[in-house]
């Protein structure tokens, strides 16, 4: 009886298994879901077939780099997403609406830059609603992509984001500049074997500056475009 039902159990978790790589197969390459009894997913990659990738830059701190940043972008004709600290954004209006004037797309990275995977669905609520309330006062602008702090998130993130009308979105490369200085290695991670749909983490450092032209110009060399994130995943772009 016991050989049995160790049996048994084999022969579960080798169901399981099947039907767990038949599911990989089954999902569009680069998308990562995260099965919950809301069925909500977050984004990790873009479409293959977008035709580029997306810089984002997740900000709350370095207003003259954020703006140096928007500089470069526009001479080399690209674009990117600020996702931005609510708590920074209330006490950097001009550059908010900077970011907007000047065609780029602000996605939420919450208030406080708390960890949201430790917080409450009410506190998940308010972390993210209290940053749009402020980038909408200043620019009218409701955003809709919330990257959470620190890659942190967890159930009631998911429902928070759900029911406040937000896709939540991480990111397939991780330049890791907020602890690395060196140039050369935040270019190698943003662009070694880069692809269409790739999601770029950068933030707004000196440092990543003077990276920021050499990625855009490997890019470029790979007959890629540089993409908002709403495009680059397939989602409508966000209108002010």
């Not at 990790?44 to 928007?70: D, H, P």
């Not at 998130?153 to 060196?182: C, F, H, P």
């Not at 500056?209 to 490997?218: C, M, N, R, V």
Request: charged fraction near 20%.
């Amino acid at each position: 009886m016991k050989n049995k039902n160790i049996k048994l159990v084999t022969d579960i978790i080798l169901l399981f298994t099947v039907i767990a790589v038949f599911l990989v197969g089954f999902f569009p390459q680069g998308y990562v879901t995260i099965f919950s009894s809301s069925n909500s997913s977050v984004i990790y990659k873009g479409s293959e077939s977008s035709g580029g990738v997306a810089l984002t830059f997740n900000v709350y701190e370095n207003t003259e780099v954020v703006n140096e940043i928007m500089e470069l972008l526009l001479k080399k004709g690209a674009t990117a997403t600020f996702y931005v600290g609510g708590c920074w954004a209330d006490d950097n209006g001009e550059t908010i609406k900077k970011i907007v004037e000047n065609g780029f797309e602000i996605g939420n990275h919450g208030y406080f830059h708390k960890d949201h995977k430790k917080l409450s669905y009410k506190e998940n609520i308010s972390e993210i609603s209290n940053c749009s309330k402020i980038v909408k006062s200043f620019t009218g602008y409701d955003m809709k992509l919330f990257a959470p702090p620190s890659g942190s998130y967890g159930q009631e993130t998911i429902n928070a984001t759900k029911k406040l009308g937000y896709t939540a979105v991480m990111w397939s490369k991780d330049t890791i500049d907020w602890r690395d200085t060196n140039v050369d290695l935040i270019v190698k991670r943003a662009t070694n074997s880069i692809s269409s749909g790739d999601i770029i983490l950068m933030h707004p450092k000196k440092h990543t500056l003077q990276a920021l032209e050499t990625i855009i110009d490997k890019i470029d060399k790979k007959g890629l475009k540089t993409l908002t994130v709403s495009t680059c995943v397939g989602l409508e772009p966000i209108k002010v």
